[in-house]
């Protein structure tokens, strides 16, 4: 019988947020699924639950069978059916392409940590049903004109080499900037596509808060997506990149809540992470300094905003403590 190492700590911590983030996924596509009317889209969302599901289940057993207590993390007591349709016209399947790409980047994180042939083959299990279903809502939304196209260019018809540090500068203002590569488009519109649908989803969300401190706390929020949303848009028209926005999605005047307030928090709380990670990201691989210089202080609004809601899902006890080491220091003063 093949000797099975026990849980390290980082593969503890791991499937732990991997528990919070996929039965979040679970209570919000359960919402979406009953109230969506096109039957494609419930297809997708359909076979995005049962996979999950699945996978849930294992890391239960995991825990389990290792003796450790299985998290809390999200129920049906987080997620209202009855609620009336909050969000319309393709947006259930937009923010699903958005959790998938989440999805992605933690599995890659998570596979980094895993050490056990098991928990590789889960984050192997998972990222495959990830990029299926991302591909799956790429299509779909196309397919309707929901999502916009990155801008098109001229093709290169050589190979070239920078060869001067001008190639840097942006932030002189009495000089023409060097117009936008290719990556730094890229990454340009990727925030404005996120940024569209995180505007949505947090006007919905403050929409149906009931608690004043949380539902002020979203409409920070969604000023934050907009402050974004203009940056990105701004550095495009100076460089007369062509942007055209898609159908886009709409917000319905409901104000009763599909899911607790512990949910919404959370899912800002995990968009966050991921939008300074994306920040991050356009920071190092944008050449010219000056959008270096606004992806970091966007970044930093993200991570204060991001700290004030930890705050509030502490003050209400919706944070749930993550696994940790015991504290030696009190164990010896006992």
């Known amino acids: 019988m093949k000797k099975i190492n ?84 393709g947006f259930d399947i937009m923010f699903v392409r958005i959790l998938k790409e989440v999805s ?22 998972l990222t495959r049903i990830s990029q299926k279903v991302y591909k799956l809502s790429t299509l779909y939304l196309l397919e309707r004109g929901i999502l916009t196209l990155p ?41 404005i596509e996120t940024n569209n649908i995180g505007i949505q989803l947090i006007t919905g969300f403050a929409q149906c808060a009931e608690d004043k401190e949380i539902k002020d706390y979203f409409i920070q929020g969604r000023e934050l997506a907009k402050k974004h949303l203009k940056t990105y848009q701004d550095i495009l028209a100076h460089s007369e990149v062509q942007f055209h926005s898609g159908a886009g999605s709409t917000v319905t005047t409901s104000k009763i809540a599909p899911f607790s307030q512990k949910l919404m928090m959370f899912c800002i709380y995990l968009l966050n992470g991921y939008g300074i990670v994306g920040n991050s990201f356009g920071t190092m691989f944008s050449f010219r ?45 006992e």
Do not use: C
């Open 289 to 333: 300094n000056d959008l270096s210089l606004k992806t970091t202080l966007l970044a930093k609004d993200t991570y204060f905003f991001a700290h004030e809601g930890v705050k509030l899902m502490i003050k209400n006890r919706w944070m749930e403590e993550p696994p940790q080491m015991e504290d030696r220091s009190d164990l010896v003063k």
């Open 104 to 125: 992605m980047g933690m599995y890659t994180i998570n596979m980094n940590m895993a050490y056990r042939d098991d928990l590789m083959e889960l984050y192997e299990g």
């Open 151 to 191: 801008p098109t260019v001229s093709l290169p018809k050589t190979n070239e080499f920078i060869e001067t540090k001008s190639y840097l500068k942006g932030l002189m203002p009495f000089r023409n900037k060097r117009p936008l590569n290719d990556i730094e488009i890229g990454i340009l519109h990727h925030g």
């Open 6 to 89: 026990p849980l390290s700590s980082a593969e503890i911590g791991t499937l732990w947020l991997t528990y919070q983030e996929k039965t979040m996924i679970l209570r919000v596509l359960e919402y979406f699924i009953e109230k969506s009317d096109d039957q494609q889209a419930k297809n997708i969302m359909g076979g995005l639950w049962q996979n999950l599901h699945y996978y849930i289940k294992k890391i239960e057993s995991i825990f389990e069978s290792e003796g450790a207590a299985v998290p809390v993390g999200f129920t049906n007591d987080d997620v209202n059916l009855e609620a009336p349709k909050l969000y319309d016209h």
